[in-house]
């Protein structure tokens, strides 16, 4: 639902930029709507639960806004400029003074909207602050009103910011921990994008697109300057939303952090403004723009039918996301299905959910225990209740229900894993993913007191004192 609607918002702004009157006098055409539905990772992620879908709504929120603020000044810029006075100033003029002046620091609520993007994802804020300060920027205003709109763009953010803090007990994201966020890999970035572009045939659609961008734009210029910088503030977002993921070298997951700047960027282009055929000229202006429609409508289609449902790409497409593309796969519509089609480990997430409603105290080791030479049930002191160890926290998490602990073996959850170095020779060590922990700090935690090999002990030992123990405990 977030998801549509941000398309709504996106499409609704376009139109209103590009053309004066919207869907009077034009054909429409959703070039850059089949570009966004058309990506194999936008099925998955828009739907997955993930903060994808809330992402695309603020941002197709703050376009909307912005188109609105836009062509409002550009209404009042004409009435001065057809007045011969500048705006504002009323005097001797045929402007109508009685008009609301465009405060910069009104409307409050649209300011907070700017201002929320770290809010929904951190680096958004690199968004937020492009979008605030382009508003505060074009806004003829003194500087008490600059720095109150300012205020309203961050004090509301920030206020939650640390109530978030205070209730996690964290200044910065536990994820943020386990991924090392602050680390830079731009190799590893670049073979990101390259292979979500590449493996997705995107250059097909981003080629109409931009084609699309460039006929917004000029048509945006009838609007007035105001609406052409807001037809291209989302692609300049999205450019450096994708320069921030391609430094922090990308994700572990096919598309997924590239998905939000790929929407941001394809806004402007979301419909098409294209003139109603009266003559020749215009015949073949539509018919112009109803080709490079139709090149990218095939791309949707030929992507629906094979590219996308093939095979996974074997170095970002996760489990998941294979059995997703998979036509001779199982359908994946609730919880239980995706615990189910990961085979053993999809039995004890199930296994564990019915030991916590026998009320059982269990260990259940998914993370495939049986081949590193590990017990993969263990007996739990009573009153410990069930414990489903996986290195999923998500689909699994979920299939296992309220009543099961789940250790997570990547840390993501874990505020004790996260803050624990783990060495580049460690196992299955990627920073994309996480802190692996499986080993001593997790049994220390989490297995009986029998589990006392030396290096188990250790942990114990040091999870006992200091700040690993005030950590723990909390």
């Excluded at 731009?186 to 961008?213: E, K, M, N, S, T």
């Excluded at 095979?311 to 489990?319: H, I, L, R, V, W």
């Excluded at 007996?379 to 209740?385: H, W």
Aim: glycine share 10%.
């Amino acid at each position: 639902m977030l998801t549509a609607a941000a398309v709504g918002m996106g499409a609704k702004a376009t139109l209103e930029l590009a053309c004066a009157r919207p869907l009077r006098g034009v054909v429409p055409l959703p070039v850059g709507l089949l570009a966004l539905i058309g990506a194999p990772a936008m099925w998955y992620f828009g739907t997955s639960g993930l903060e994808t879908s809330l992402s695309f709504a603020w941002i197709g929120a703050t376009f909307w806004v912005l188109a609105r603020r836009a062509c409002r000044l550009d209404d009042r810029a004409a009435d001065a400029s057809g007045a011969g006075v500048d705006e504002g100033d009323g005097a001797g003029s045929d402007v109508d003074i009685s008009a609301p002046a465009l405060r910069v620091d009104r409307p409050r609520w649209a300011l907070v909207l700017l201002g929320l993007g770290w809010i929904v994802r951190p680096e958004l804020v690199l968004s937020s602050l492009l979008f605030v300060g382009v508003w505060v920027v074009v806004h003829p205003a003194g500087w008490r009103r600059r720095l109150a709109a300012v205020g309203w763009a961050v004090l509301v953010p920030a206020v939650f910011q640390v109530f978030r803090m205070g209730y996690y007990g964290a200044l910065v994201p536990n994820t943020a921990l386990a991924k090392s966020a602050g680390s830079t890999r731009w190799a590893d970035g670049w073979d990101y994008a390259v292979d979500f572009v590449a493996y997705d045939r995107l250059l097909i659609p981003i080629v109409g697109c931009v084609a699309a961008i460039g006929w917004n734009l000029v048509a945006a210029r009838r609007t007035g300057r105001f609406a052409v910088g807001a037809l291209a503030l989302p692609v300049l977002a999205g450019l450096v939303q994708a320069l921030y993921v391609v430094g922090h070298g990308g994700d572990f997951m096919h598309g997924r952090l590239l998905i939000v700047p790929l929407f941001s960027m394809l806004l402007p282009a979301a419909v098409v403004a294209l003139p109603r055929p009266s003559d020749l000229r215009s015949w073949t202006v539509v018919g112009v723009g109803g080709a490079a429609t139709a090149a990218v409508a095939l791309w949707f289609v030929g992507t629906a039918a094979s590219w996308g449902l093939v095979t996974p790409n074997p170095s970002y497409a996760t489990t998941r996301f294979g059995m997703l593309r998979d036509p001779a796969g199982p359908d994946l519509l609730e919880a239980d299905d995706f615990a189910e089609s990961h085979g053993q480990r999809g039995e004890h997430v199930l296994l564990a959910r019915r030991a916590a409603a026998d009320g059982d105290d269990l260990l259940v080791d998914a993370n495939q225990a049986d081949v590193l030479g590990r017990p993969q049930f263990v007996d739990l002191p009573p009153g410990s209740g069930v414990r489903l160890v996986t290195g999923a926290i998500g689909a699994q998490a979920m299939a296992a229900g309220p009543n099961v602990f789940v250790v997570d073996l990547w840390s993501l959850s874990d505020p004790v894993g996260s803050r624990l170095d783990v060495s580049e020779d460690a196992p299955f060590y990627d920073p994309l993913v996480g802190k692996y922990q499986y080993g001593p700090w997790v049994f220390a935690r989490h297995w009986p007191p029998e589990t006392n090999d030396p290096a188990t002990a250790t942990a114990r030992r040091a999870l006992a004192c200091g700040d690993l123990a005030d950590l723990d405990a909390a």
